[in-house]
C-alpha cells in the first residue's frame, strides 16, 4: 500500500460515520422539493506516479499581456527551467527559458519548482508545449483578444470527492479562464497536501489558466520561524503580480479580452496608506473603460454575508477599500470563505445602490469541511439568492454592455442551474456615469443604453 494513502478501513468508517452524523442532522427534501444536499465525501490523495524528471503538477497561468506561465514541479533537481511550444502537435518552433526555485517549511523540502513565461502568444489558439524536455506534450488553449470571454468562478476548492465533481462539472463545457477566490488544497501545513492538489488539478489547470488568490487555508504561518507564511502558495502558484506593478504576489490585476480583472488579498494589509491599498488605487485609476468595460474584483473574506459563518470577517477591509471599488464602478466582486452560495444585489456601504457591485460568494468548491448550512433569518432584502451546496459559477461576457452570470449546484452525475441573472456593465448605465467625471474616466454611454442587475 502506498504509505501516503490513508487506510481504506479508516476511510470506509469516516465515509459511514459522516452519511449517518448527515442523516440525523442534516434536513432532508420537504413536500416542496427543497433541494437536499448530499453526504460530505472523504478526502482524494492523488500519489505521484511518474519518473523523477517528468513533470508533475503542471498548471499555467496568464502572465502579461499575450503571455502565459507554464509552472511544474520534477522530483529530479537537474531538470532544466525550459519549454518548448508550438502550434502544432510534436512540433516545437519556440522555446522558453525560465525560473526555478524551491523552499523549505520545517522538515519537508519541496521538489524543484519551475515556472516558465510563454509568448509572445496569439489569440484563442491552441499551443502544444512539453516541460523540461520530459515527459509527455501538454496543450492549452489561450484566450481571446476580444469578447465574448467565459469565466468558470469556483471558491474554497480543496481536494475531496467532492472537488473531483465540481471540476468534472467545470470541464464539461468549454471555458477561458479559471478564477478561484482564494482556499486552494486546504494543506494546512501538511506540504505533501499541496503536491497532491496539484497532481489533482493538473489535467485542469495544464489547458486552461488558473488564476487564483489567497485564502487563510494558504497563510501558513508560524511564530518567529515563518511570522509571513504563504511561502507554499508564493513558491508554487506564482501569479503576474510583477506584470501588474504589484509589491506582492498576494494581490495583483490582469486583462484578458474586454475585462480587468483585480485579484485583492483579504490577508495582507488593506488599510488606506498600506501597499495594497496604494496599489489598487494606481492599478484602478489607469483602466480605461473604453476598452476594458467591465471591471471584476476577487477576495477572500466576503464582505457582505448572510450565512452565520465567517460573520463580520471581511468588515475591516470593506471599510478600509469599498469606496475605491465603487468609485471605479467595478461591476461584481467575487467572494468565497464562507461555504455556501449566496448573491446580493448591488450595494454600497450597505445600502442597495444601482451603481455599486453585484456581491457573490462562492466558497463551495468542495471543501473539506463541508457547507455553511445556517443563514440569517429573517433574508436581507439585499441578498437575493442563497444556498448552502457544493458548485461553480460561470461569468459568460457577451460583448462591453451585457454578461450572464450561473451557479451551477454539483448534484452528482451533473450539474444544475440553481441561479442566473443577465449584468448590465456599469459604464452602459446613463445614471452611474452621469458625475463620474471626478472619479474616473468619462464614458458616453449609448442612447440605446439600458440599466440592469
Known amino acids: 500500500m502506498d504509505p501516503k494513502l490513508p487506510a481504506r478501513p479508516l476511510l470506509s468508517h469516516l465515509f459511514f460515520v459522516s452519511i449517518l452524523l448527515l442523516t440525523i442532522f442534516h434536513p432532508r427534501a420537504d413536500s416542496q422539493g427543497e433541494y437536499c444536499r448530499h453526504p460530505a465525501r472523504p478526502i482524494v490523495i492523488t500519489p505521484h506516479n511518474r519518473s523523477d524528471s517528468e513533470p508533475q503538477q503542471v498548471h499555467i497561468s496568464l502572465a502579461g499581456r499575450d503571455h502565459i506561465r507554464v509552472s511544474w514541479i520534477t522530483e529530479d533537481k537537474k531538470v532544466q527551467s525550459v519549454v518548448e511550444y508550438g502550434t502544432a502537435p510534436g512540433k516545437y518552433d519556440a522555446v522558453a527559458t525560465g525560473k526555478h526555485t524551491s523552499y523549505q517549511y520545517f522538515f ?7 515556472h516558465v513565461r510563454l509568448g509572445p502568444l496569439k489569440p484563442e489558439t491552441t499551443y502544444y508545449y ?40 467545470v470541464a464539461a463545457t468549454d471555458y477561458d479562464v479559471f478564477l478561484l477566490p ?31 488568490t489567497e485564502g487563510n487555508h494558504e497563510e501558513e504561518s508560524f511564530p518567529i520561524i515563518y511570522p509571513h507564511g504563504f511561502t507554499a502558495y508564493n513558491s508554487r502558484w506564482v501569479m503576474p503580480y510583477e506584470e501588474s506593478g504589484s509589491p506582492s504576489n498576494l494581490y495583483y490585476s490582469f486583462d484578458v479580452a474586454g475585462a480587468h480583472v483585480v485579484m485583492l488579498a483579504s490577508y495582507a494589509e488593506f488599510e488606506p496608506g498600506s501597499p495594497q491599498y496604494k496599489w489598487l488605487e494606481a492599478d484602478l485609476a489607469r483602466v480605461d473603460r473604453r476598452i476594458t468595460p467591465w471591471l471584476v ?39 468565497g470563505h464562507v461555504h455556501a ?34 443563514f440569517k433569518s429573517p433574508s436581507s432584502p439585499l441578498s437575493l439568492f442563497r444556498e448552502p451546496s457544493f458548485g461553480h459559477g460561470r461569468l459568460r461576457i457577451f460583448n462591453g454592455t451585457h454578461a450572464h452570470w ?33 472619479d474616473g474616466l468619462q464614458v458616453q454611454p449609448s442612447a440605446s443604453s439600458k440599466d440592469e442587475l
Not at 108 to 114: A, D, E, P, T
Not at 194 to 211: I, K, N, Q, T
Not at 302 to 314: F, I, K, M, S
Not at 406 to 431: I, K, P, Y
Request: net charge negative; aromatic share 12%; with cysteine.
Open 297 to 335: 474584483a476577487l477576495l477572500h473574506a466576503p464582505w457582505y454575508n448572510t450565512n452565520l459563518a465567517h460573520q463580520g470577517e471581511g468588515e475591516s477591509m470593506r471599510v478600509a477599500m469599498e469606496e475605491l471599488l465603487f468609485k471605479a464602478r467595478v461591476d461584481v466582486v467575487f467572494a
Open 130 to 169: 512539453r516541460c523540461g524536455g520530459h515527459g509527455s506534450e501538454f496543450s492549452f488553449k489561450t484566450p481571446p483578444s476580444t469578447f465574448p470571454i467565459e469565466f468558470a468562478v469556483v471558491g474554497d476548492l480543496g481536494q475531496t470527492e467532492w472537488t473531483k465533481s465540481t471540476l468534472e462539472h
Open 406 to 438: 450561473t451557479w451551477h449546484r454539483n448534484d452528482d452525475s451533473q450539474s444544475t442551474v440553481a441561479d442566473e441573472v443577465w449584468l448590465g456593465s456599469l459604464v452602459s448605465s446613463r445614471n452611474c456615469m452621469r458625475d463620474w467625471g471626478d
Open 182 to 212: 482564494g482556499d486552494l488544497s486546504y494543506a494546512d501545513s501538511q506540504q505533501p497536501l499541496w503536491d497532491s492538489f496539484g497532481r489533482l488539478v493538473e489535467p485542469y489547470a495544464d489547458g486552461r489558466p488558473w488564476m487564483t
Open 341 to 374: 452560495y449566496e448573491r446580493f444585489t448591488r450595494i454600497f456601504d450597505d445600502e442597495g445602490n444601482a451603481c455599486g457591485p453585484v456581491y457573490v460568494t462562492i466558497g463551495d468548491g468542495g471543501n473539506r469541511e463541508g457547507l455553511a448550512l445556517s
Open 108 to 114: 519537508y523540502r519541496s521538489s524543484k519548482i519551475h
